[in-house]
């Protein structure tokens, strides 16, 4: 299986270059050069295996320079460390389907694809015997996904930015808790966008980049993407044990477009996947690409999904590859377009297109907090508000006549300020992560000044 850029001026890559490249040298994206397709009757033979089983079937088909034997190594490691035997365990509650991707240690979906991508690297690096410094800036999932990823990594450090005093107690308590040799959490004393600049900035010098070796984990990595297609194919399994339904649905919320991509990707392979529902909270950009064509910016709005408060969805520009058939020539002009004027312009042809896959629609907090008072009161059921987002647009827009599957991206407990505000109730911990507050802490406080980052990564990089 080889990798092309979605700009057309890398080809041939082989996966572990790929996943080691992230963001493709041209600027584009990468992504496999065909997506293999499932006949009906492999589809019936992985429809009885265990998740690990299963994300080896997928993931091997895209990764075939790694040995299958150590693949299958570095996938088992990656979700035993999950607090659940199914690892993405399917519940019906009322009329549809809930699909829980956040019993991952740090509770939100970004564990399934940030566990696997640490080992991956570990693995890689060891391989080549190189070593990584990653640098990111969080609004608060990402960053503590990413630390436990590669915490206690042999050759990764990981230093993670975060707006001091700005992302939620339980989030900045994930991340602060980590106190592993590799792992440097920095409090910049500004907003995330002076974090997100910092950290841009640093990537932009390239004499340190690559003094430095530094690394990135955000969602361009195809890695990530395609350990997320793998829940796709085991929800399916899951639901159709009990369903006599030859299609169904999903829905799914997003900012960044990362997670449904992986679910056009598993519609691509065959999983028989009616239409994707895509979601959003008042950062509506895709939404409004999806029903009118207008792929413009706004303001950024801050949301009680904050999550999702995107508003350039870094995965998008590899579902544009696909939409506009394969031609990177027209992406590249699309995103020269899209650079200068903030906007893209679609035909109605290419809206009609894109509309025979995906349908979408936002919603707004009050709604979000009427979907998780109502969904508690009807089922006893608690959803975060991502998840409540999902489920408000899904039970808008589904086919009545095919199973419905939510994706629960986050447990309850990580945004217990807006639950408690629906429902009245604050949602615990799970017992593994009871403790958190009484737990030692390792943290440092610099100003909003990229050299001061710097001289402090260099003097902490492996
Ligand atoms: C990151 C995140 C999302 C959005 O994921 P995308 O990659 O933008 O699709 C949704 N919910 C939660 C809880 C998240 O952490």
């Known amino acids: ?186 409090a910049v004393e500004g907003t995330f966008d002076d974090a997100q600049a910092i950290v841009k900035e640093i990537f932009g010098d390239l004499d340190f980049k690559s003094k430095h070796a530094l690394g990135a984990v955000n969602s361009i990595n195809w890695a990530r993407v395609l350990a997320q297609v793998v829940y796709y194919f085991y929800a399916w399994f899951q639901i159709s044990q009990e369903n006599q339904a030859s299609q169904f649905e999903v ?16 519609k691509r392979m065959g999983l028989p996947i009616h239409r994707l529902i895509l979601a959003t909270n008042e950062n509506n950009i895709l939404s409004r690409f999806i029903n009118h064509g207008d792929y413009s910016t706004a303001d950024v709005h801050h949301s009680l999904s904050p999550s999702m408060d995107i508003q350039i969805a870094s995965n998008f ?40 896959e995906f349908s979408a629609a936002s919603v707004n907090d009050l709604e979000t907090l009427d979907t998780i008072r109502q969904f508690h009161a009807l089922t006893g059921y608690i959803l975060d508000p991502h998840t409540a987002v999902g489920v408000a647009v899904g039970k808008k827009l589904r086919d009545p006549k095919l199973p419905l599957v939510c994706l629960a991206t986050a447990h309850p407990a990580k945004f217990g300020d807006a639950v408690a505000e629906a429902t009245g109730i604050y949602p615990e911990l799970p017992p593994a992560l009871g403790d958190l507050s009484s737990r030692k802490r390792k943290l440092t406080t610099l100003p909003a000044q990229a050299d001061q980052v710097k001289k402090y990564l260099s003097k902490n990089a492996t």
């Open 1 to 186: 299986m080889n990798y092309c850029s979605t700009r057309g001026e890398i080809r041939g890559l082989k996966f572990t270059q790929a996943v080691m490249m992230g963001l493709a040298d041209d600027g584009g994206l990468l992504l496999p050069e065909s997506i293999p397709v499932l006949s009906a009757e492999e589809l019936r033979r992985l429809s009885t295996l265990t998740y690990p089983e299963l994300a080896f079937a997928v993931i091997s088909k895209f990764a075939d320079d790694i040995p299958p034997e150590d693949l299958r190594e570095i996938i088992e490691r990656s979700y035993s460390s999950f607090n659940h035997p199914q690892v993405t365990p399917v519940t019906k509650q009322d009329d549809l389907y809930i699909l829980e991707l956040f019993h991952g240690p740090t509770l939100a979906f970004k564990d399934v694809a940030l566990q696997f991508l640490g080992n991956l690297f570990e693995y890689l690096l060891n391989r080549s015997g190189q070593r990584m410094n990653i640098i990111g800036a969080t609004s608060g999932d990402t960053g503590s996904a990413a630390i436990y990823g590669v915490r206690g990594k042999k050759n990764i450090n990981i230093f993670i930015l975060h707006p001091k005093g700005k992302v939620s107690p339980v989030q900045e308590l994930q991340m602060t808790t980590v106190t592993d040799d590799n792992v440097f959490n920095i």
């Open 251 to 266: 829905s799914v919320p997003t900012g960044n477009f990362g997670d449904i991509f992986a679910g056009f990707v598993a």
């Open 317 to 356: 520009e590899r579902y544009l590859y696909y939409l506009l058939d394969e031609q990177a020539d027209q992406v590249l002009g699309m995103m020269d377009q899209f650079a200068h004027e903030r906007k893209m312009v679609f035909s109605s042809q290419q809206i009609e297109k894109v509309q025979q």
